[in-house]
Nanobody, 127 residues
Framework: QVQLVESGGGLVQAGDSLRLSCAAS????????MGWFRQAPGKERECVAA???????????DYADSVNGRFTISRDNAKNTVYLQMNSLKPEDTAVYYC?????????????????WGQGTQVTVSS
């Protein structure tokens, strides 16, 4: 069993930064890929970034409101923690952000590859 607890969300202004953290319980954290997802009201949950078990492979979402170049995913396996550094935040980044543990070791943006989810942390960016 794995428990994931996110923290670091909040209300910020456009252009500000936030750092989300996700603390994982369980000894198997370092064996699996991790991901950060977000879900805005009325929209489907989407993967923002994913990182392999060893952090050698990292993917970022590539869509209209791209996070690539603004967000950085990282992990510290010794601390069982994964991070999402978010810079230059935009109002369209407003969403509930979730961390998730994958069933696989490789980085993956596919939602069905993930089997454990955190409760989410709200990020609100005002214009």
């Amino acid at each position: 069993q794995v428990q994931l607890v996110e923290s670091g969300g909040g209300l910020v202004q456009a252009g500000d930064s936030l750092r989300l953290s996700c603390a994982a319980s369980g000894r198997t954290f370092s064996n699996y890929a991790m991901g950060w997802f977000r879900q805005a009201p009325g929209k489907e949950r989407e993967c923002v970034a994913a990182i392999s078990w060893s952090a050698t492979n990292i993917y970022y979402a590539d869509y209209a409101d791209s996070v690539n170049g603004r967000f950085t995913i990282s992990r510290d396996n010794a601390k069982n923690t994964v991070y999402l550094q978010m810079n230059s935040l935009k109002p369209e980044d407003t969403a509930v952000y979730y961390c998730a543990k994958a069933r696989v070791t490789r980085a993956t943006m596919t939602t069905s590859d993930y089997d454990y989810w955190g409760q989410g942390t709200q990020v609100t960016v005002s214009s």
